[in-house]
């Protein structure tokens, strides 16, 4: 079964500073990756997905990932974080080749707190 | 439009009741799933249905049962409830089944077990 882990539970980091969030998943077969993000109080919001073609996929709010298969990788990345981007963020992978179709798998999620 | 809704915000129950949760799907979506995000913890899938139907089935007793309605809404049953159904569920909504097409997630229920 596809399982997805999330290297860090908390990441610290000033403001305007680079951050790199990471996340590996279980199987090298063809799957989806995604990354969503969790402002206090809300539902989860889509920051962006890779499905197939270019390893680099850029989201929203600045964010990119980049999908390694050979390191079962996909790490979230942002050049230069703001206060807003605290929140928890969550890596997951879809298995839709497996009779999966869209159930999302999910990471323990990784706190990212900006400091000023 | 308003996205995906969830009713109630917040409820509170007491172990051994039963709890039902309800979910309208962003306009024009027609598949829903339920997930379980325990504090601290990812969500975890529970069921999902397309066409009033119960389609893929994550690891969950069958004290957790679910509808979908003819206007694609849903709704989450749980039975016998115990302490460690504490948790936010999440309702998501996109088209169809397939795994390209984005999810969309409501905002939660956060049910508290006593």
């Known amino acids: 079964a596809q399982s997805v882990t999330q290297l860090d539970s908390q990441v610290p980091v000033f403001e305007e500073a680079p951050v790199e969030l990471r996340c590996n998943y279980s199987s090298s077969v063809s799957v989806y990756l995604f990354w969503y993000v969790q402002y206090p109080n809300q539902g989860l919001q889509l920051l962006l997905k890779y499905l197939s073609g270019s390893t680099l996929v850029k989201g929203i709010n600045g964010f990119e990932a980049e999908f390694n298969k050979s390191q079962t990788s996909f790490h979230l990345r942002k050049p230069s974080v703001h206060i807003s981007d605290t929140a928890e963020y969550f890596c997951a992978v879809s298995d839709p080749f497996s009779g999966g179709y869209n159930k999302l798998i999910f990471g323990a999620g990784t706190r990212l707190a900006v400091h000023p | ?114």
């Open chain 2, 1 to 114: 439009d308003a996205g995906v809704t969830q009713s109630p915000t917040h409820l509170i129950k007491t172990r051994g009741q039963q709890v039902t949760l309800r979910c309208s799907p962003k306009s024009g979506h027609d598949t829903v799933s339920w997930y379980q995000q325990a504090l601290g913890q990812g969500p975890q899938f529970i069921f999902q249905y397309y066409e009033e139907e119960e389609r893929q089935r994550g690891n969950f007793p069958d004290r957790f049962s679910g509808h979908q309605f003819p206007n694609y809404s849903s709704e989450l049953n749980v039975n016998a409830l115990l302490l460690g159904d504490s948790a936010l569920y999440l309702c998501a909504s996109l088209e169809g089944l397939a795994g390209y097409n984005e999810q969309f997630f409501g905002p939660g229920t956060r049910l508290t077990v006593l």
